[in-house]
């Protein structure tokens, strides 16, 4: 069937489908210079070239940087969460799932998505148009974290649910400032006994919250 015997419907449907594909696209691109270039060098002109897009294609998915920024954002913290829930999906004992959170977290801090959230969760501190738009996306996204949790300690059989939600919080923003410090320097060797002491307290923690 070529174009001319499509119907509109679905001309607009093979349109759309083409626009998602850009998109995907441009976002996998920025993610990739944000690891690459960090985020001051992380520009429209860049992200284009990488991705191998028209300017007239990118500008018509992102109009501005700020757009391109929030939805590469958006979906980086969707794919730390799909990639920390695929870790615990390999995990067959529940309470074990739990004993392995502290790592799981780090683990996924170090992906690609994990470095491009945090270069641009760095950025946002000078640009409150940027910082408003991860406020929002943060949110949501915290609440799905926190829902997770709740289901891993309940079926771990923690004796408190609320505790565990609040301690995967403090797990999170120290091992993003344990990142943050390996950045500038990879084999600090007390950033590193940091990094074992977290993973320690939340053995204690599993500890007490288990019984």
């Known amino acids: 069937m070529n174009r001319r015997t499509l119907t509109p419907h679905a ?12 998109r995907r696209q441009l976002i996998a691109a920025c993610i990739a210079c944000l690891n690459e270039r960090g985020y001051a060098a992380t520009s429209i002109e860049a ?3 990488k991705a191998g897009i028209s300017r007239g294609s990118v ?7 700020l757009a391109l920024m ?6 980086a913290m969707q794919g730390m ?3 920390t829930r695929a870790r615990y999906d390999e995990v067959a004992k529940p309470v074990e799932r739990l004993r392995r959170m502290s790592r799981f977290v780090w683990e996924t801090q170090q992906i690609p998505e994990g470095v491009a ?7 946002a501190r000078w640009d409150p148009e940027l910082a408003g738009e991860l406020k929002t996306i943060a949110e949501t996204i915290e609440i799905e974290i ?11 059989g923690a004796g408190d649910i609320e505790a565990c939600v609040v301690h995967s919080r403090l797990l999170i923003l120290s091992l993003r400032g344990i990142t943050l410090e390996l950045m500038f320097d990879p084999g600090r060797k ?14 204690a923690f599993c500890d007490e919250v288990l019984g």
Do not use: C, W, Y
Request: no cysteine; hydrophobic share 50%.
């Open 117 to 123: 959230v945090t270069e641009v969760l760095m950025a």
């Open 59 to 65: 500008l018509h998915q992102f109009p501005t940087r």
């Open 81 to 83: 969460m799909a990639d």
């Open 146 to 156: 926190d829902e997770d949790v709740r289901r891993i300690a309940a079926e771990a």
């Open 47 to 49: 992200v284009m070239a």
């Open 11 to 22: 001309r607009a449907r093979r349109r759309s489908s083409r626009g998602e594909e850009t």
């Open 70 to 75: 929030a939805a590469t954002i958006e979906a």
């Open 190 to 203: 007390m950033i590193l006994k940091a990094l074992d002491a977290i993973h320690a307290r939340h053995a």
